[in-house]
């Protein structure tokens, strides 16, 4: 049992009203921000773990789990530990993956996916940069890499002597060099010890097959197919120019636009089950929901 992440009692605000954590399952519709510009709107919830059946929340999330902080001394977006405030609580503890970069409880808090155990503090453009990095991975793999049980403690890991978890912080690290400078050598080692120590059989198969070549050195200017930096880096080949293509892409472009012309002609409001995104209010007081019955058509 590991006691990082959310209560499962804590309430997030969804298209079918305020639901608790513990309550959501793969396709609900939560609310929270994607991107740079911390652009608000419904996220997809992808993936929901049980992490401890009796782990210590303080005002709806464990002590190391990660919340987005809008500005520090300087100014800048923060991505940091919640701490010890609120009320405390014990009982079962769930981490929420969605396609959003971080998502809002009832109260207005804004959390990630992570801990702090996992990540250090990061500004919010690193933060994205490793997300991102982590996404195009789960793309090729699945999402079993939130999943506390895709991994084990192993004595023979010589670097880390038994524990997966000492392993994270450096690789959280590694990773942001390799996605946001394109340094990835030490990455691809890093990665290739803790993933062969510490992944389960089954899902080191699942990664062995997707980079076939993970733990081959990257090389300074150039990325090795098959290995686990070309993807998470962003790097690819560049595409194949093509007339065809291009004519092909215009008339799809061409066709989406009208399409959309003439929808957002005929629909003032898209309201999905009830809510639209204008429909939920974040302020002083936390989020403030429209009632669904009451929600324009």
């Known amino acids: ?9 804590m309430l997030v605000p969804s298209q079918k009203g305020k639901v608790k954590v513990s309550s959501l399952i793969t396709g609900d519709k939560i609310y929270g921000i994607k991107n740079q510009n911390k652009e608000k709107g419904w996220c997809e919830v992808q993936a929901l773990y049980l ?52 998502t809002y ?3 207005g808090d804004l959390f990630t996916p992570t801990s702090n155990l996992v990540c250090p503090t990061l500004y919010w453009q690193d933060y994205l940069s490793v997300l991102g990095g982590f996404r195009r991975v789960m793309a090729k793999t699945g999402m079993f890499w939130f999943d506390i049980e895709a991994f084990k403690d192993n004595k023979a890991d010589p670097r880390y ?41 089954a899902e080191l198969d699942t990664v062995l097959k997707a980079f076939p070549n993970l733990g081959q050195k990257v090389g300074l200017n150039g990325y090795i197919g098959g290995t686990l930096s070309e993807t998470v880096s962003g790097v690819t080949e560049p595409p194949v120019f093509s007339y065809k293509i291009v004519l092909f892409a215009a008339l799809i472009a061409a066709t989406v636009c009208g399409m959309l012309g003439y929808f957002l002609w005929k629909f003032k409001k898209l309201s999905v089950n009830g809510f639209t995104a204008k429909e939920v209010d974040i302020n002083e007081k936390g989020i403030e929901m429209a009632d669904p019955a009451k929600a324009e058509a």
């Open 1 to 9: 049992n590991f006691n990082f992440c959310l209560d499962g009692d």
């Open 51 to 102: 992490t401890n059946t009796n782990g210590t929340t303080y005002g709806g999330f464990t002590d190391q789990h990660l919340l987005v902080y809008e500005k520090d001394t300087e100014n800048n977006t923060v991505v940091a530990p919640a701490g010890r405030f609120g009320t405390v609580k014990r009982g079962p503890i769930y981490d929420l993956l969605t396609d959003c970069d971080a």
């Open 105 to 107: 409880n009832v109260k």
């Open 161 to 201: 002597n038994q524990s997966f978890l000492a392993a994270l912080p450096e690789l959280c690290l590694d990773t942001l060099d390799c996605t946001k400078d394109k340094k990835c050598d030490k990455f691809e080692d890093s990665a290739n010890n803790f993933l062969r120590f510490h992944l389960k059989s």
